[in-house]
Protein backbone atom coordinates (compact mmCIF):
# COMPACT_ATOMS: atom_id res chain seq x y z
CA UNK A 1 0.00 0.00 0.00
CA UNK A 2 2.82 2.50 0.85
CA UNK A 3 4.65 1.34 -2.06
CA UNK A 4 1.75 3.25 -4.27
CA UNK A 5 1.06 5.94 -2.11
CA UNK A 6 4.43 7.14 -1.79
CA UNK A 7 4.97 7.73 -5.33
CA UNK A 8 1.38 9.35 -5.97
CA UNK A 9 2.12 12.22 -3.45
CA UNK A 10 5.70 12.32 -4.96
CA UNK A 11 4.13 13.01 -8.17
CA UNK A 12 1.45 15.09 -6.79
CA UNK A 13 3.27 17.56 -5.15
CA UNK A 14 5.68 17.68 -7.97
CA UNK A 15 2.47 18.54 -10.15
CA UNK A 16 2.84 15.87 -12.55
CA UNK A 17 -0.51 15.34 -12.32
CA UNK A 18 -0.88 12.64 -14.96
CA UNK A 19 2.00 10.32 -13.59
CA UNK A 20 0.03 10.97 -10.21
CA UNK A 21 -3.19 9.37 -12.05
CA UNK A 22 -1.35 6.69 -13.88
CA UNK A 23 0.66 5.55 -10.54
CA UNK A 24 -3.69 4.73 -9.30
CA UNK A 25 -4.44 3.06 -11.83
CA UNK A 26 -1.49 1.21 -13.03
CA UNK A 27 -0.51 -0.04 -9.51
CA UNK A 28 -3.92 -0.65 -7.38
CA UNK A 29 -3.08 -3.25 -4.99
CA UNK A 30 -4.85 -6.43 -5.01
CA UNK A 31 -6.81 -7.64 -2.04
CA UNK A 32 -3.84 -10.25 -0.87
CA UNK A 33 -0.78 -8.13 -0.49
CA UNK A 34 -3.44 -5.61 1.72
CA UNK A 35 -2.13 -5.38 5.26
CA UNK A 36 -5.30 -7.05 7.05
CA UNK A 37 -5.07 -4.17 9.79
CA UNK A 38 -5.83 -1.13 7.38
CA UNK A 39 -9.68 -0.20 8.16
CA UNK A 40 -9.98 1.72 5.22
CA UNK A 41 -11.73 1.07 2.07
CA UNK A 42 -9.01 0.85 -0.36
CA UNK A 43 -10.93 1.44 -3.42
CA UNK A 44 -12.71 3.90 -1.89
CA UNK A 45 -9.46 5.75 -0.78
CA UNK A 46 -8.24 5.46 -4.09
CA UNK A 47 -11.12 7.20 -5.81
CA UNK A 48 -10.96 9.95 -3.02
CA UNK A 49 -6.94 10.06 -4.20
CA UNK A 50 -7.99 10.61 -8.14
CA UNK A 51 -10.47 12.87 -7.23
CA UNK A 52 -7.96 14.76 -5.15
CA UNK A 53 -6.06 14.39 -8.34
CA UNK A 54 -8.30 15.79 -11.10
CA UNK A 55 -9.23 19.25 -8.51
CA UNK A 56 -5.87 19.64 -7.72
CA UNK A 57 -4.95 19.72 -11.94
CA UNK A 58 -8.14 22.15 -12.33
CA UNK A 59 -6.89 24.58 -9.27
CA UNK A 60 -3.23 24.84 -10.16
CA UNK A 61 -3.89 25.25 -14.06
CA UNK A 62 -6.59 27.61 -12.77
CA UNK A 63 -9.37 26.72 -15.77
CA UNK A 64 -12.00 26.65 -12.66
CA UNK A 65 -11.93 30.75 -12.25
CA UNK A 66 -13.43 30.66 -16.16
CA UNK A 67 -15.88 28.60 -15.89
CA UNK A 68 -18.67 31.07 -15.27
CA UNK A 69 -19.63 34.37 -16.83
CA UNK A 70 -21.77 34.97 -13.72
CA UNK A 71 -20.27 37.58 -10.94
CA UNK A 72 -23.65 36.67 -8.24
CA UNK A 73 -22.06 32.96 -8.36
CA UNK A 74 -18.43 32.05 -7.84
CA UNK A 75 -16.77 30.95 -11.09
CA UNK A 76 -14.60 28.53 -8.55
CA UNK A 77 -18.39 27.06 -7.43
CA UNK A 78 -17.46 23.88 -9.13
CA UNK A 79 -14.00 23.10 -7.71
CA UNK A 80 -15.26 24.36 -4.45
CA UNK A 81 -18.19 21.73 -4.87
CA UNK A 82 -15.84 19.08 -6.08
CA UNK A 83 -13.31 19.86 -2.49
CA UNK A 84 -16.91 19.58 -0.30
CA UNK A 85 -17.34 15.99 -2.26
CA UNK A 86 -13.90 15.04 -1.85
CA UNK A 87 -14.03 16.10 2.38
CA UNK A 88 -17.46 14.22 2.38
CA UNK A 89 -15.86 10.94 0.76
CA UNK A 90 -12.87 10.93 2.94
CA UNK A 91 -15.07 11.26 6.31
CA UNK A 92 -16.89 7.75 5.18
CA UNK A 93 -13.23 6.35 5.32
CA UNK A 94 -12.89 6.81 9.10
CA UNK A 95 -16.39 5.40 11.12
CA UNK A 96 -15.86 8.42 13.43
CA UNK A 97 -16.37 11.11 10.85
CA UNK A 98 -19.30 9.66 8.96
CA UNK A 99 -22.23 11.23 8.85
CA UNK A 100 -21.05 14.54 10.67
CA UNK A 101 -22.55 17.47 8.68
CA UNK A 102 -20.95 19.21 5.79
CA UNK A 103 -21.30 23.51 5.42
CA UNK A 104 -21.18 24.33 2.11
CA UNK A 105 -21.10 27.61 0.57
CA UNK A 106 -20.92 28.48 -3.21
CA UNK A 107 -21.30 31.92 -3.01
CA UNK A 108 -17.29 31.65 -1.10
CA UNK A 109 -18.15 34.61 0.57
CA UNK A 110 -14.84 35.95 2.35
CA UNK A 111 -14.16 35.08 5.86
CA UNK A 112 -16.63 32.12 5.99
CA UNK A 113 -14.98 29.09 7.40
CA UNK A 114 -15.60 26.00 5.89
CA UNK A 115 -15.24 23.93 9.06
CA UNK A 116 -16.77 21.25 7.07
CA UNK A 117 -18.07 19.27 10.36
CA UNK A 118 -14.83 17.88 11.42
CA UNK A 119 -14.87 17.46 14.96
CA UNK A 120 -12.36 19.81 16.82
CA UNK A 121 -9.75 16.84 18.26
CA UNK A 122 -9.09 16.16 14.95
CA UNK A 123 -8.42 19.43 13.69
CA UNK A 124 -5.96 20.07 16.94
CA UNK A 125 -4.41 16.56 17.33
CA UNK A 126 -3.77 13.35 16.14
CA UNK A 127 -6.10 10.54 16.22
CA UNK A 128 -6.17 8.42 19.79
CA UNK A 129 -7.46 5.39 18.40
CA UNK A 130 -5.88 2.23 17.72
CA UNK A 131 -3.02 3.48 19.26
CA UNK A 132 -1.94 -0.45 19.48
CA UNK A 133 -2.24 -0.68 15.33
CA UNK A 134 0.58 1.71 14.36
CA UNK A 135 -0.29 1.19 10.37
CA UNK A 136 -4.18 2.43 11.40
CA UNK A 137 -2.98 5.43 12.72
CA UNK A 138 -0.62 5.92 10.06
CA UNK A 139 -3.99 5.76 7.38
CA UNK A 140 -6.37 7.36 9.45
CA UNK A 141 -4.04 10.24 10.41
CA UNK A 142 -3.69 10.39 6.84
CA UNK A 143 -7.09 11.05 5.42
CA UNK A 144 -7.87 13.47 8.50
CA UNK A 145 -5.17 15.57 7.03
CA UNK A 146 -5.97 15.61 4.04
CA UNK A 147 -9.31 16.39 4.69
CA UNK A 148 -7.63 19.65 6.32
CA UNK A 149 -5.61 20.30 3.30
CA UNK A 150 -8.63 19.89 1.17
CA UNK A 151 -10.42 22.80 3.80
CA UNK A 152 -7.36 25.20 2.89
CA UNK A 153 -7.83 24.66 -0.74
CA UNK A 154 -11.49 26.17 -0.31
CA UNK A 155 -10.43 29.02 1.62
CA UNK A 156 -7.75 29.85 -0.77
CA UNK A 157 -10.46 29.50 -3.51
CA UNK A 158 -12.17 32.54 -1.75
CA UNK A 159 -9.38 34.62 -1.73
CA UNK A 160 -9.27 34.05 -6.03
CA UNK A 161 -12.59 34.61 -6.35
CA UNK A 162 -12.62 38.14 -4.87
CA UNK A 163 -9.70 38.92 -7.07
CA UNK A 164 -12.05 37.53 -9.87
CA UNK A 165 -14.27 40.18 -8.69
CA UNK A 166 -12.03 42.85 -8.78
CA UNK A 167 -11.14 42.01 -12.57
CA UNK A 168 -14.15 41.50 -13.56
CA UNK A 169 -16.62 44.69 -15.03
CA UNK A 170 -17.41 47.46 -13.09
CA UNK A 171 -14.14 47.16 -11.07
CA UNK A 172 -15.24 49.00 -8.64
CA UNK A 173 -12.50 50.30 -6.03
CA UNK A 174 -11.94 47.28 -3.24
CA UNK A 175 -9.99 47.27 -0.26
CA UNK A 176 -8.29 44.21 0.57
CA UNK A 177 -8.21 44.43 4.65
CA UNK A 178 -10.89 41.59 5.13
CA UNK A 179 -8.73 39.00 2.65
CA UNK A 180 -6.16 39.99 4.61
CA UNK A 181 -7.55 39.10 7.98
CA UNK A 182 -8.69 35.56 6.52
CA UNK A 183 -5.22 34.40 5.23
CA UNK A 184 -4.41 35.26 8.64
CA UNK A 185 -5.57 32.35 10.34
CA UNK A 186 -5.08 30.25 7.88
CA UNK A 187 -1.22 28.86 9.17
CA UNK A 188 -2.28 28.23 13.00
CA UNK A 189 -5.71 26.67 11.86
CA UNK A 190 -4.71 24.01 8.53
CA UNK A 191 -0.86 24.61 8.02
CA UNK A 192 1.12 23.51 11.47
CA UNK A 193 -1.59 20.83 11.93
CA UNK A 194 -0.30 18.88 8.39
CA UNK A 195 2.44 16.45 9.59
CA UNK A 196 2.05 13.17 7.94
CA UNK A 197 5.60 11.80 6.22
CA UNK A 198 3.73 12.07 2.89
CA UNK A 199 2.29 15.50 2.63
CA UNK A 200 5.66 17.30 3.57
CA UNK A 201 6.12 18.78 -0.10
CA UNK A 202 2.32 19.07 -0.71
CA UNK A 203 2.85 21.01 3.11
CA UNK A 204 5.64 23.42 1.68
CA UNK A 205 3.80 23.81 -1.47
CA UNK A 206 0.55 25.15 0.23
CA UNK A 207 2.61 27.33 2.66
CA UNK A 208 4.89 28.48 0.39
CA UNK A 209 1.38 30.24 -1.99
CA UNK A 210 -0.22 31.41 1.74
CA UNK A 211 3.26 33.04 2.45
CA UNK A 212 3.14 34.99 -0.25
CA UNK A 213 -0.02 35.69 -0.89
CA UNK A 214 -0.41 36.97 2.59
CA UNK A 215 2.79 39.21 1.85
CA UNK A 216 1.72 40.57 -2.00
CA UNK A 217 -1.86 41.20 0.06
CA UNK A 218 -0.01 43.15 2.64
CA UNK A 219 2.03 44.72 0.00
CA UNK A 220 -0.73 45.95 -1.66
CA UNK A 221 -2.33 47.52 1.62
CA UNK A 222 0.73 49.11 2.96
CA UNK A 223 1.80 50.85 -1.15
CA UNK A 224 -1.90 52.30 -1.07
CA UNK A 225 -1.32 53.73 2.31
CA UNK A 226 1.80 55.31 1.69
CA UNK A 227 4.15 53.04 3.60
CA UNK A 228 7.24 52.97 2.17
CA UNK A 229 9.81 50.67 4.21
CA UNK A 230 6.63 47.94 4.89
CA UNK A 231 6.00 47.89 1.15
CA UNK A 232 9.36 46.83 0.08
CA UNK A 233 10.48 44.97 2.61
CA UNK A 234 6.94 42.59 1.86
CA UNK A 235 7.92 42.76 -1.85
CA UNK A 236 10.99 41.42 -0.68
CA UNK A 237 9.19 38.53 1.03
CA UNK A 238 7.03 37.48 -1.24
CA UNK A 239 9.74 37.51 -4.26
CA UNK A 240 11.77 35.50 -1.55
CA UNK A 241 9.04 32.84 -1.01
CA UNK A 242 8.52 32.10 -4.39
CA UNK A 243 12.09 31.43 -5.45
CA UNK A 244 12.33 29.19 -2.67
CA UNK A 245 8.99 27.75 -3.43
CA UNK A 246 10.46 27.14 -6.78
CA UNK A 247 13.74 26.08 -5.63
CA UNK A 248 11.80 22.91 -3.97
CA UNK A 249 10.83 20.94 -7.46
CA UNK A 250 13.83 19.70 -9.63
CA UNK A 251 15.26 22.20 -12.53
CA UNK A 252 13.60 20.30 -15.17
CA UNK A 253 10.38 21.83 -13.66
CA UNK A 254 10.89 25.35 -13.84
CA UNK A 255 11.62 27.04 -17.03
CA UNK A 256 14.06 30.38 -17.31
CA UNK A 257 12.07 33.40 -18.05
CA UNK A 258 11.58 34.75 -21.27
CA UNK A 259 12.39 37.78 -22.59
CA UNK A 260 9.69 38.06 -25.25
CA UNK A 261 7.52 37.59 -22.61
CA UNK A 262 4.99 40.48 -21.37
CA UNK A 263 2.43 40.67 -18.31
CA UNK A 264 -0.46 40.30 -20.95
CA UNK A 265 1.34 36.89 -21.99
CA UNK A 266 2.04 36.14 -17.90
CA UNK A 267 5.41 36.89 -17.46
CA UNK A 268 6.47 36.46 -14.10
CA UNK A 269 9.42 38.66 -14.26
CA UNK A 270 12.94 37.63 -13.05
CA UNK A 271 11.29 34.68 -10.65
CA UNK A 272 11.19 32.85 -13.64
CA UNK A 273 8.48 30.28 -15.31
CA UNK A 274 7.40 26.97 -13.91
CA UNK A 275 4.29 25.36 -16.22
CA UNK A 276 2.84 23.11 -14.26
CA UNK A 277 1.72 25.46 -11.55
CA UNK A 278 -0.65 28.63 -13.02
CA UNK A 279 -0.96 29.61 -9.14
CA UNK A 280 3.07 30.20 -8.99
CA UNK A 281 2.38 32.07 -12.16
CA UNK A 282 -0.46 34.34 -11.25
CA UNK A 283 1.66 35.36 -8.03
CA UNK A 284 4.82 36.29 -10.18
CA UNK A 285 2.23 38.82 -12.07
CA UNK A 286 0.59 40.09 -9.18
CA UNK A 287 4.37 41.10 -7.41
CA UNK A 288 5.88 42.18 -10.84
CA UNK A 289 2.51 44.67 -11.04
CA UNK A 290 3.35 45.44 -7.24
CA UNK A 291 6.71 46.69 -7.79
CA UNK A 292 5.62 48.58 -11.00
CA UNK A 293 3.38 50.40 -9.11
CA UNK A 294 5.66 50.81 -5.63
CA UNK A 295 7.67 52.78 -8.36
CA UNK A 296 5.40 55.21 -9.23
CA UNK A 297 3.53 55.59 -5.56
CA UNK A 298 7.78 55.96 -3.86
CA UNK A 299 8.46 58.01 -6.82
CA UNK A 300 10.03 61.18 -4.24
CA UNK A 301 11.54 58.53 -1.62
CA UNK A 302 13.35 56.96 -4.77
CA UNK A 303 14.35 59.93 -6.61
CA UNK A 304 15.93 61.50 -3.51
CA UNK A 305 18.58 58.82 -3.08
CA UNK A 306 19.19 59.01 -6.89
CA UNK A 307 17.51 55.67 -7.65
CA UNK A 308 14.22 55.93 -9.54
CA UNK A 309 16.72 56.69 -12.87
CA UNK A 310 18.53 53.27 -12.45
CA UNK A 311 14.98 51.22 -12.48
CA UNK A 312 12.23 53.44 -14.43
CA UNK A 313 12.71 55.61 -17.37
CA UNK A 314 13.51 59.48 -16.19
CA UNK A 315 9.97 61.37 -17.06
CA UNK A 316 11.34 64.13 -19.13
CA UNK A 317 12.71 61.65 -22.16
CA UNK A 318 10.57 58.79 -22.09
CA UNK A 319 11.10 56.50 -24.24
CA UNK A 320 8.40 56.40 -26.80
CA UNK A 321 9.64 52.99 -29.14
CA UNK A 322 9.05 50.43 -25.99
CA UNK A 323 5.13 51.11 -25.34
CA UNK A 324 4.43 47.46 -25.00
CA UNK A 325 1.37 45.78 -25.33
CA UNK A 326 -0.46 45.96 -22.30
CA UNK A 327 -0.18 50.03 -23.74
CA UNK A 328 2.70 51.12 -20.69
CA UNK A 329 6.39 51.40 -21.13
CA UNK A 330 8.62 48.42 -20.66
CA UNK A 331 11.55 49.26 -18.60
CA UNK A 332 14.77 47.63 -17.49
CA UNK A 333 18.22 48.92 -15.61
CA UNK A 334 20.42 48.40 -12.84
CA UNK A 335 22.21 50.24 -9.94
CA UNK A 336 23.00 49.78 -5.92
CA UNK A 337 22.35 51.21 -2.91
CA UNK A 338 21.52 50.11 0.52
CA UNK A 339 18.91 49.44 2.92
CA UNK A 340 15.20 49.39 1.97
CA UNK A 341 16.51 51.33 -1.91
CA UNK A 342 18.65 48.40 -1.97
CA UNK A 343 16.41 46.04 -1.81
CA UNK A 344 13.83 47.52 -4.12
CA UNK A 345 16.62 48.21 -6.59
CA UNK A 346 16.91 43.84 -6.55
CA UNK A 347 13.15 44.11 -6.97
CA UNK A 348 13.20 46.80 -9.66
CA UNK A 349 14.84 44.28 -12.68
CA UNK A 350 10.99 42.74 -11.88
CA UNK A 351 9.62 45.42 -13.09
CA UNK A 352 6.97 44.93 -16.50
CA UNK A 353 5.08 48.52 -16.38
CA UNK A 354 6.64 52.01 -16.64
CA UNK A 355 3.60 54.09 -15.27
CA UNK A 356 5.91 57.09 -15.31
CA UNK A 357 6.94 57.35 -18.56
CA UNK A 358 3.44 55.98 -20.29
CA UNK A 359 2.29 59.17 -17.98
CA UNK A 360 5.11 61.20 -19.55
CA UNK A 361 3.88 60.01 -23.19
CA UNK A 362 0.17 60.95 -21.94
CA UNK A 363 1.12 64.28 -21.38
CA UNK A 364 2.93 65.07 -24.47
CA UNK A 365 0.21 63.47 -27.04
CA UNK A 366 -2.88 65.10 -25.29
CA UNK A 367 -1.02 68.49 -24.09
CA UNK A 368 -1.93 68.14 -20.45
CA UNK A 369 -0.43 71.02 -18.00
CA UNK A 370 -0.04 68.29 -15.56
CA UNK A 371 -0.37 64.89 -14.30
CA UNK A 372 -0.80 64.47 -10.84
CA UNK A 373 -1.00 61.31 -8.26
CA UNK A 374 -2.41 62.52 -4.93
CA UNK A 375 -2.62 60.92 -1.58
CA UNK A 376 -5.18 61.68 1.23
CA UNK A 377 -3.55 61.34 4.80
CA UNK A 378 -7.36 61.66 5.97
CA UNK A 379 -5.16 62.24 9.52
CA UNK A 380 -2.56 59.97 8.85
CA UNK A 381 1.23 61.68 9.21
CA UNK A 382 3.10 61.97 5.66
CA UNK A 383 6.26 62.12 4.59
CA UNK A 384 7.44 63.04 1.53
CA UNK A 385 10.73 61.16 1.91
CA UNK A 386 8.82 57.83 2.80
CA UNK A 387 10.13 57.85 6.38
CA UNK A 388 11.05 60.18 9.10
CA UNK A 389 13.39 59.83 12.01
CA UNK A 390 11.03 62.21 14.12
CA UNK A 391 7.16 61.99 14.98
CA UNK A 392 5.07 64.50 13.44
CA UNK A 393 1.73 65.68 13.20
CA UNK A 394 -0.79 65.50 10.25
CA UNK A 395 -0.77 67.68 7.62
CA UNK A 396 -3.95 69.80 7.48
CA UNK A 397 -5.64 71.96 4.60
CA UNK A 398 -4.25 71.45 1.27
CA UNK A 399 -1.14 69.51 2.52
CA UNK A 400 -3.34 67.04 3.73
CA UNK A 401 -3.11 66.36 0.01
CA UNK A 402 0.40 65.83 -1.25
CA UNK A 403 1.11 64.67 -4.87
CA UNK A 404 3.09 61.80 -4.47
CA UNK A 405 3.68 62.18 -8.28
CA UNK A 406 3.79 65.17 -10.43
CA UNK A 407 4.77 65.70 -14.15
CA UNK A 408 5.98 67.81 -15.58
CA UNK A 409 5.91 70.46 -12.84
CA UNK A 410 7.40 69.19 -9.26
CA UNK A 411 5.77 70.47 -7.40
CA UNK A 412 2.33 70.39 -9.16
CA UNK A 413 1.06 74.30 -9.49
CA UNK A 414 -1.00 74.80 -6.30
CA UNK A 415 -3.19 77.02 -7.26
CA UNK A 416 -5.68 74.31 -8.77
CA UNK A 417 -5.55 72.94 -5.35
CA UNK A 418 -8.45 74.22 -3.53
CA UNK A 419 -10.51 73.20 -6.39
CA UNK A 420 -9.43 69.79 -6.59
CA UNK A 421 -9.94 69.27 -2.90
CA UNK A 422 -13.49 70.70 -3.61
CA UNK A 423 -14.02 68.36 -6.28
CA UNK A 424 -12.94 65.39 -4.74
CA UNK A 425 -15.03 66.26 -1.56
CA UNK A 426 -18.02 66.36 -3.19
CA UNK A 427 -17.82 63.70 -5.11
CA UNK A 428 -16.15 61.39 -2.72
CA UNK A 429 -18.89 58.49 -3.08
CA UNK A 430 -18.95 58.59 -7.00
CA UNK A 431 -15.02 58.33 -7.05
CA UNK A 432 -15.18 55.62 -4.21
CA UNK A 433 -17.88 53.44 -6.17
CA UNK A 434 -17.63 54.17 -9.60
CA UNK A 435 -16.48 51.70 -12.60
CA UNK A 436 -12.92 51.95 -13.37
CA UNK A 437 -13.81 53.15 -16.74
CA UNK A 438 -15.52 56.41 -15.41
CA UNK A 439 -14.00 59.15 -14.39
CA UNK A 440 -15.32 62.81 -12.78
CA UNK A 441 -14.87 65.93 -15.12
CA UNK A 442 -15.07 69.52 -14.48
CA UNK A 443 -14.30 72.35 -16.38
CA UNK A 444 -13.54 75.73 -14.07
CA UNK A 445 -14.49 79.06 -16.16
CA UNK A 446 -12.47 81.12 -14.16
CA UNK A 447 -9.50 79.56 -14.38
CA UNK A 448 -10.04 78.19 -17.65
CA UNK A 449 -9.09 74.79 -16.76
CA UNK A 450 -10.39 71.36 -17.40
CA UNK A 451 -10.31 68.33 -14.94
CA UNK A 452 -10.56 64.61 -15.04
CA UNK A 453 -10.39 62.64 -12.17
CA UNK A 454 -10.12 59.10 -11.15
CA UNK A 455 -9.44 57.12 -7.98
CA UNK A 456 -6.33 54.76 -8.18
CA UNK A 457 -6.89 53.13 -4.21
CA UNK A 458 -9.08 54.13 -1.88
CA UNK A 459 -6.83 56.89 -0.48
CA UNK A 460 -5.15 57.47 -3.76
CA UNK A 461 -6.39 59.34 -6.88
CA UNK A 462 -5.09 60.70 -9.75
CA UNK A 463 -5.94 64.05 -11.97
CA UNK A 464 -5.07 65.43 -15.39
CA UNK A 465 -5.48 69.05 -15.76
CA UNK A 466 -5.47 70.94 -18.96
CA UNK A 467 -5.76 74.72 -19.43
CA UNK A 468 -8.35 75.08 -21.66
CA UNK A 469 -12.04 73.61 -22.36
CA UNK A 470 -11.77 69.97 -22.76
CA UNK A 471 -15.01 67.66 -23.59
CA UNK A 472 -16.00 65.55 -21.46
CA UNK A 473 -16.59 62.55 -23.31
CA UNK A 474 -12.81 63.20 -25.20
CA UNK A 475 -11.99 59.93 -25.75
CA UNK A 476 -7.99 59.92 -25.60
CA UNK A 477 -7.81 61.31 -21.97
CA UNK A 478 -10.84 58.99 -20.61
CA UNK A 479 -9.44 55.56 -22.21
CA UNK A 480 -5.70 56.92 -20.83
CA UNK A 481 -7.65 57.06 -17.38
CA UNK A 482 -9.08 54.11 -17.61
CA UNK A 483 -6.07 51.73 -18.75
CA UNK A 484 -3.26 53.69 -15.89
CA UNK A 485 -6.71 53.07 -13.24
CA UNK A 486 -7.11 49.18 -14.53
CA UNK A 487 -3.89 48.62 -14.22
CA UNK A 488 -3.31 50.47 -10.75
CA UNK A 489 -6.14 48.40 -9.17
CA UNK A 490 -4.93 45.50 -10.53
CA UNK A 491 -8.06 44.80 -12.75
CA UNK A 492 -5.54 43.09 -15.81
CA UNK A 493 -3.58 41.10 -13.52
CA UNK A 494 -6.98 39.84 -11.94
CA UNK A 495 -8.59 39.40 -15.22
CA UNK A 496 -6.44 36.74 -16.37
CA UNK A 497 -7.11 34.66 -13.44
CA UNK A 498 -10.72 34.67 -15.12
CA UNK A 499 -9.50 34.54 -18.93
CA UNK A 500 -7.66 31.54 -18.38
CA UNK A 501 -8.03 28.95 -20.83
CA UNK A 502 -10.38 31.11 -22.51
CA UNK A 503 -10.72 31.52 -26.84
CA UNK A 504 -10.19 35.04 -27.92
CA UNK A 505 -13.70 35.46 -29.71
CA UNK A 506 -12.60 39.16 -30.65
CA UNK A 507 -9.70 40.49 -31.48
CA UNK A 508 -8.23 43.28 -28.84
CA UNK A 509 -8.41 46.33 -28.89
CA UNK A 510 -5.57 48.59 -29.66
CA UNK A 511 -4.47 50.74 -26.26
CA UNK A 512 -4.56 54.32 -26.93
CA UNK A 513 -1.68 54.26 -24.29
CA UNK A 514 0.89 53.21 -27.25
Request: hydrophobic share 35%; net charge positive.
Amino acid sequence: MKEILTPFFAALSSLSFAQAGQILTSRTPSPPTLSIHIPLSIPKLFACLNLLCVAETSYHRRTHLSSSKSTSVAPSSTLFSSYTTLINELKQLIPSLDGKSTVVSTSLPLGRRSSMGLPHKYQASPPNTHDDDEETVYYETLVQQLILFVQLRMELLSVYHFFVLIGTPPSKISTYDKVLAALDTLAKKFIEKISHTLLQQMKVNISSEVNALHSLVSAQISISRQHFKDSVLLLFSASNTLKQWKSTHTPSQVLSPSSSQSLSNLSSGSIGLWPENGVYQFLGIFLSALIAKSALYFYYPLKERNFLSAVVSPPSTPNYSQTSSSGLLNIGGSGSDSGSFGVFHSLGRNIETDYIAAIALFVHKSGASNFSVVFECKGSPFSKLGYSCISSDPPTGINSFPAIFSFPKEPPILEHWPTLISLVMQNDEELSTQPVSECVYFYDTKLDTSYFINRSDPDVFMVAIFKEKKKSADGQIRDFMSSISRALRNVDIFSLLKNKGKKKKKKKKKSTLR
